[in-house]
């Protein structure tokens, strides 16, 4: 079974400053991993995903991932955090069976 | 705007009753993907199918019924309505690949927002 652990609830930075959003996988196999962005009263967005190659993994609206097979981790990133950025973020796994599998979500806020 | 359409936006029924979501996927998407959002469950895998056949099942009850028509739109029919089915479904459709299957990357409907009184 696949899993997707996302460690914080919330985020709070202020804007300039960078942001990190945990996640942790677990899957047999070679994982494929997604990040998504949710705005209030709307459906998931893609930011960005991981299925071979490099390492790093950049995406939309300046974001990147970092993919990291001994920690079974890829964290999402932004140098420099917007206020609008703030949203709810979605990491996601998918293995051989097709289901995508997400996380509990982390609410992120950017603060002027 | 993602191209994937689903009506209606807002539902409000009582318990007991059925109601019938339905699914219009991006012009080209073979793939289907049903998902329902609450607050307390999170975002819950419910199916998948791929060009009109079941290819993943998740958390999907029983009274939870769907089916994808050969113009590749999908219903998700909901049956027997508890309090507890109240929540935001959402559809997603994804690329198709040229050997079969999707990329993984879906593109969301605005959902369908279901409330049971």
């Known amino acids: 079974a696949q899993s997707v652990a996302q460690p914080e609830d919330q985020v709070n930075v202020a804007e300039g400053n960078p942001l990190t959003v945990k996640c942790t996988y677990s899957?047999?196999?070679?994982?494929?991993l997604f990040w998504y962005v949710q705005y209030p009263n709307r459906g998931l967005q893609f930011l960005l995903k991981?299925?071979?190659?490099?390492?790093l993994v950049k995406g939309s609206y300046g974001f990147e991932a970092e993919f990291n097979k001994s920690q079974t981790s890829f964290h999402l990133k932004k140098p420099s955090a917007l206020v609008s950025d703030s949203a709810l973020y979605f990491c996601?796994?998918?293995?051989?069976?097709?289901?995508?599998?997400f996380g509990a979500g982390t609410t992120v806020t950017v603060r002027a | 705007d993602s191209g994937v359409t689903q009506t209606p936006k807002h539902l409000i029924t009582a318990t007991g009753q059925r109601v019938t979501l339905r699914c219009s996927p991006r012009?080209?998407?073979?793939?289907v993907y049903w998902y329902q959002q609450s607050l307390d469950q999170g975002l819950q895998f419910l199916i998948q199918?791929?060009?009109?056949?079941?290819?993943a099942k998740g958390n999907i009850l029983e009274r939870f019924s769907a089916q994808q028509f050969p113009d590749l739109h999908s219903e998700l029919n909901l049956s027997s309505l508890e309090l507890g089915d109240s929540a935001l479904y959402f559809c997603?459709?994804?690329?198709?690949?040229?050997?079969?299957?999707?990329?993984?990357?879906?593109?969301f409907g605005e959902g369908s927002r279901l409330t049971v009184l």
């Open positions: 997603a459709s994804s690329v198709a690949l040229a050997g079969g299957g999707d990329t993984g990357e879906l593109f």
């Open positions: 899957v047999s196999g070679n994982p494929y």
């Open positions: 991981y299925i071979t190659g490099d390492n």
């Open positions: 996601a796994v998918r293995a051989n069976d097709y289901k995508l599998s």
């Open positions: 012009s080209g998407d073979l793939s």
């Open positions: 199918y791929y060009n009109g056949e079941e290819r």
